[in-house]
């Protein structure tokens, strides 16, 4: 027996989740289900990030970043405070070491106030220890937009007002095979039975290429998936960190450099760094897919990007395995920090598109089909952009479905 939808929506993570709840919520009518092959909800990016609300500091204005970051950002506090959901705007500080990263701490000023960034102020290194009393630098930016809060919590009432409002939600069912008996309707095979909708949303983060090449489309980019690790400061050395310190990122890719995270819980997050996983859902350095390697490997893209950042490869790597080199990456902000500080934490993989060309993908990618919309790139910041991904997508949504 086949169950029959208007909408299939395929990862129950936040985006999959904030489309489904919204897609529920203002269309009453859509019969609209939710398949997520983990036994659970937010299992992989959305359970194993940092919990920053992030302000839309480092966004290319007119991006879709920069604009979903904002409204997402504005729209999650709201939904936070309606629903009881504990949260914090605490602010960040951004820190410049060497006079070099100075002209890039401007940059990302002058981007922050042209994405209507509130409150953002250029500081002296003096000036900087009233919020740091830590930190060592040259200079900073505060930002004191930036927030903190537990995305699976948000995910968790995601859900809840999604199966409220009639979605149906179906866990450990997997698709395993996608065909178009019509024009009108698409035919899902899983694990768990047959399903058939008008449409499909694909926001299966990790797997997002792959169910879009089942789909019959062809989404013109890989998934490689990237680790980064985390230690925590032990209790001893948690008065160290105020709130959230963060390094001048490299402006050639879309990663922030580790940095030190206040978790709405209390402890400190020192990391991540950004190795290249092994498996799609590598989370340690054991597991390994023979499969997502040779995928990766065989990418032409791949080879594109290794023969431009090979160094920070190689770099990541040997901070991967060496606590004395990550201690070293953190002392560039707090020098009072030491091996004795820190304590392993835990570690996410990040879902980055990477185009044929070698360029990591830094925008959020939305590939439309006759029956389908594939989220193709939602890495970071995604999770505070997903109530205004959701509005976006279910607007597309609507229109297609007529």
């Known amino acids: 027996m086949t169950a029959s939808f ?16 919204t897609l529920a919520r203002e269309f009453s009518d859509l019969r609209v289900a939710l398949l997520e092959k983990e ?15 992030h302000s839309g500091l480092y966004y290319r204005p007119g991006s879709a970043k920069a604009r979903l970051c904002k409204a997402g950002r504005e729209e ?35 981007r922050g106030s042209a994405n209507g960034l509130s409150g ?48 149906k939600l179906f866990v450990k069912t997997e698709v395993k095979k996608i065909e178009r008996p019509g024009s009108k309707m698409l035919r899902f095979e899983t694990n ?11 926001c299966a983060g990790l797997y997002s290429d792959r169910l879009a090449r089942l789909s019959g489309a062809e989404p013109h980019c890989m998934i490689v998936p990237f680790r980064g690790e985390y230690y925590r400061l032990r209790q001893e050395s948690a008065h160290l960190v105020r709130n959230l310190i963060y390094p001048v ?47 990766t490997l065989a990418y032409a893209g791949f080879h ?26 953190l002392q560039d902000l707090i020098p009072a920090i030491t091996r004795n500080c820190l304590e392993t934490g835990g ?22 089909t006759e029956n389908a919309i594939h989220v193709l790139n939602a890495p970071s910041p995604a999770a505070t952009s997903s109530l205004a991904i959701a509005r976006h997508i279910a607007t597309m949504a609507g229109r297609k479905l007529g």
């Open 6 to 21: 208007d909408v299939l929506i395929a990862g129950a993570g936040i985006t999959g989740l904030g489309v489904g709840m």
């Open 39 to 53: 036994d659970t909800i937010a299992a992989h990016q959305t359970g194993h990030n940092s919990g920053v609300i």
């Open 76 to 110: 999650l506090i709201r939904f936070c405070q309606t629903h009881d959901i504990r949260h914090e705007i605490c602010g960040k500080v951004v820190i410049a070491t060497r006079d070099e990263q100075l002209p890039a701490l401007a940059e990302l000023f002058t």
């Open 120 to 167: 953002l102020r250029m500081l002296s290194s003096a000036e900087v220890r009233d919020f740091e009393p830590h930190v060592q630098c040259i200079g900073a930016i505060h930002v004191p937009s930036t927030g903190i809060v537990d995305f699976r919590e948000v995910a968790r009432i995601y859900s809840q007002i999604f199966c409220k409002s009639g979605g």
């Open 192 to 202: 768990n039975g047959k399903f058939e909708s008008r449409l499909f949303l694909n």
């Open 249 to 295: 990122p490299d402006p050639r890719l879309p990663f922030l450099g580790v940095h030190f995270t206040r978790r709405i819980g209390g402890e400190i997050e020192a990391g991540p760094n950004a190795v290249l996983a092994f498996a799609r859902e590598g989370y340690t350095r054991r597991r390994i897919s023979f499969e997502d390697t040779f995928e």
């Open 304 to 329: 594109r990007l290794v023969s431009k950042y090979w160094r920070t490869g190689v770099e990541e790597m040997a901070r991967s395995f060496s606590k004395s080199l990550f201690t070293r990456s």
């Open 347 to 368: 570690a996410g993989v990040r879902a980055q598109a990477l185009g044929s060309d070698g360029k990591l993908i830094d925008d959020f990618l939305l590939r439309e």
